[in-house]
């Protein structure tokens, strides 16, 4: 359901969306268009609604997706280049490249539906009937540790990333996890509507288990009472879940301590075992990101029995295989999903296919990508504006009321420490190690699997690879990460409408200008800023300057507290804060950057009728005109933390004064708030 890295949580990665999804549905196209205004709508009153109420009116969510919006569009067309690349690659034959016979066989046999169908559930049957095999708790540790490499993460998450007082090394870390749900709110509120969405899980473990069963694996038991042990088992983990707002503060995920002390939180879960089989490096210090969770683990693996534990391994491997069984599986798994996304229809398989190879062999199929679908010059224009940016980000900063000298010196140490990453890697990553078979989709799908698992794990007490990136070349996204110190913009996200080599610069500074600002502000928000210019957790702002600062983010967390997603669910302002608080700053030095850039930009000539400025916000305003489906609103309010587009351009321009001006708004409109928030 989520999109995310194996092993790897994303949460180090501070992007732009959500998590990206991937079917035309407007007349306008994904570019910059003055038709999508809505002129009888005043500008002051609804920034969103004028410039976006006549895509609006046109749009149409395609009935496989849960949202409709700029890079969801964008996503479609790049889908579309990596097909023709994929089935290119796919016919090939013997004469092809080694990166073609990967991307073109993974994407074959995934294609290759008929043969899917036809196995049923014997692809996956070895690994069932291993974890049937087991005769004791120390044996299920060995079967955990099997299933984390090769596909989902039962019980908890295991990985390696930075470590947060030496970002230069990177560390391996265990943290909370296990669950199915896309939140531990799912297993532990019992209003109508999570209620609703937690029968339709139980229905869906249900309904796998006892196909299992009619397919002939005698692992599939009586689906009804596997799915009550699973839900019990995912419950009791929830319960010691840390919430996603509590997660953002580094501190409460920072508990580096020796391996025998780990292992003492959970003596039941035989941690050495565990890292024994996954064959990590022999570490003697790791960092466990919630210390609590980890006693509950061992709780559960004291009271639950070994049949019920082997039931719950078993149910993770056969939802994350689901997608790549045969069709009673694929059907299961997506009314799953429609339960969370209001989907009408399940994407067809092509882009299943297409999205599965972007996520297992991303950077051979990137290779492809940037070859046909990024122009060198996008990336000379970008490097132009990432600089126009930091240094109207400096600007700012230097002329901030509130911070001292002292504060600010450091701050500006930490901005021109920023690395930034454009297009693709230079380094592609070798996948020369990964067997891709023709006709064995779930096999590849494993051994795609583990060849990730095993390359994460090898990363533990090596010095930290700068040169790695988070997201594949095709991603309609970017990112700030806070322990590299650096932004990432991937060659997808830099077309229309974020980016446009034909446009003028107001509207590229309202679009991608305004994503490059957002992201270099990441690195001074409520999380970004515990971290410093090297990426350690390392406290660098005087007392008196980082109460000012909490002073003014909590203007923007009540702001945009107050504002209704779907329903009578208002946003959580918290959990939104860091997203708020960039698109806010990264709206600020945009505009500034675009006035210094231009000589004209300040008295430049109109366009269509509407001045640099107006334009600037008419590019940021078309980037976010969106329709959601409110299943998908729901699940958003509690899980993703950036806001809808709607409070993405309101929430940000009834902050600006320079709004203000450029349209002329007067004191009392709804777009001039009376208690306007200002950090950066
Ligand atoms: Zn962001």
Not at 40 to 56: K, Q, T
Not at 59 to 88: C, T, Y
Not at 312 to 332: D, F
Not at 437 to 463: C, H, M, T, Y
Request: proline share 5%; charged share 25%; net charge negative.
């Amino acid at each position: 359901m989520t999109r995310c890295f194996r092993l790897v949580p994303v949460l180090a990665l501070l992007c732009v969306f959500g998590f990206s999804q991937s079917s035309t549905s407007t007349k306008f196209g994904p570019g910059f268009n003055i038709d999508t205004i809505d002129k009888s709508v005043d500008p002051c009153v609804d920034f969103y609604e004028y410039a976006c109420g006549n895509w609006l009116k046109a749009a149409e969510i395609p009935p496989d997706q849960a949202q409709w919006v700029s890079f969801v569009e964008l996503h479609e067309r790049n889908m579309d280049v990596m097909r023709g690349i994929l089935e290119k690659a796919a016919a090939g034959g013997a004469g092809r490249n080694a990166i073609d016979q990967k991307i073109g066989d993974m994407y074959g046999s995934c294609m290759d539906e008929s043969a899917v169908n036809s196995k049923g559930i014997a692809a996956l049957k070895p690994e069932l009937d291993r974890i049937d095999a087991i005769k004791d708790k120390q044996g299920l540790i060995d079967a955990i540790a099997r299933v984390h490499l090769i596909g989902p993460n039962p019980l908890f998450n295991f990985y390696s990333a930075s470590d947060l007082h030496n970002a230069d090394q990177v560390i391996a870390n265990i943290d909370q996890g296990g669950l199915t749900a896309p939140d531990r709110d799912y297993y532990l509120k019992d209003d109508e509507k999570t209620k609703a969405v937690r029968q339709h899980f139980v229905d869906y473990m249900t309904e796998v288990f006892n196909q299992v069963s009619k397919d002939g694996g005698a692992s599939g038991g009586d689906g009804a009472q596997n799915a009550e042990t699973v839900l019990r088992i995912e419950t009791a983990l929830a319960k010691a879940e840390m919430d996603r707002t509590s997660r953002r503060d580094p501190k409460n995920r920072d508990h580096k301590m020796s391996r025998a002390d780990a292992a003492s939180l959970a003596s039941n879960f035989y941690l050495d075992r565990y890292f024994h089989g996954v064959n990590a490096p022999n570490f003697s210090q790791l960092n466990v990101g919630n210390p609590d969770f980890f006693k509950q683990v061992n709780a559960v693996l004291e009271s639950e029995s070994l049949d019920s534990l082997k039931t719950y391994v078993k149910w993770h491997l056969l939802n994350a295989s689901a997608p790549w069984l045969s069709e009673p599986y694929v059907q299961a798994n997506f009314k799953m999903q429609q339960a969370l996304t209001g989907q009408k229809e399940m994407q067809a398989r092509w882009k299943r296919c297409v999205n599965l190879v972007d996520r297992q062999l991303g950077e051979a199929l990137g290779q492809r990508f940037v070859d046909v679908a990024f122009p060198p010059e996008s990336k000379a224009r970008m490097l132009k504006m990432v600089d126009a940016l930091e240094k109207s980000l400096a600007e700012d900063i230097q002329n901030l009321s509130w911070m001292s000298e002292d504060t600010k010196k450091q701050a500006l140490v930490k901005l021109h420490a920023i690395q930034n990453k454009i297009g693709y890697p230079d380094v592609w990553r070798d996948y020369s190690s990964v067997e891709i078979k023709q006709g064995d989709l779930l096999g590849n799908v494993q051994r795609a699997n583990e060849f990730e698992s095993k390359r994460q794990i090898a990363k533990i007490d090596k010095p930290l690879d700068r040169k790695e990136w988070g997201m594949t070349p095709p991603t309609v996204n970017a990112y700030y990460s806070p322990n590299f110190n650096e932004i990432v913009f991937p060659a997808g996200i830099l077309q229309p409408p974020f980016f446009d080599p034909k446009l003028d610069n107001a509207v590229n500074f309202g679009g991608i200008g305004l994503v490059i600002g957002h992201e270099l502000t990441h690195g001074f928000d409520d999380q970004g800023r515990k971290f410093d210019p090297q990426g350690n957790l390392h406290d660098w702002w005087t007392k008196q300057d980082g109460e000012e600062f909490e002073k003014r983010a909590s203007c923007i967390s009540n702001e945009y507290s107050n504002f209704v997603s779907v329903d009578d669910l208002t946003l959580n302002g918290k959990l939104t804060l860091g997203e708020n608080t960039a698109d806010n700053g990264g709206a600020r030095v945009s505009l500034m950057a675009l006035q210094q850039l231009s000589p004209d930009g300040k008295q430049g000539q109109k366009i269509d009728g509407y001045t640099p400025e107006q334009r600037f916000f008419l590019g940021f305003g078309r980037v976010w005109c969106q329709k959601r489906r409110d299943e998908d609103s729901r699940v958003r309010v509690l899980t993703d933390p950036h806001s809808p587009g709607k409070y993405r351009v309101n929430g940000v321009v009834q902050n600006m004064p320079e709004f203000q001006k450029a349209w002329g708004c007067k004191a009392g409109q709804a777009m001039v708030s009376d208690n306007a928030c200002h950090v950066w």
